[in-house]
């Protein structure tokens, strides 16, 4: 797969989770007042599932 591609993947995939988790209400799951630490777990759950979804469409035979 070109490196164009992939990096258009990922940034197309790192979008499309990060509008998904938005959904998610994380205020259930952190302390009042950590908001930073709320906000960081979005990403970093954003890059990990990125990564794996990115992962997962490189091994498929419709890339070469």
Do not use: C, N, W
């Amino acid at each position: 797969m070109s490196e164009m591609v992939r990096y258009f993947i990922i940034f197309v995939t790192f979008a499309v989770v990060m509008y998904a988790l938005m959904a998610v209400d994380f205020g259930k799951f952190i302390h009042k007042g950590r908001t930073f630490q709320a906000q960081l777990l979005l990403i970093l759950l954003s890059m990990a599932i990125t990564y794996l979804i990115v992962q997962f469409l490189s091994q498929l035979p419709l890339f070469f």
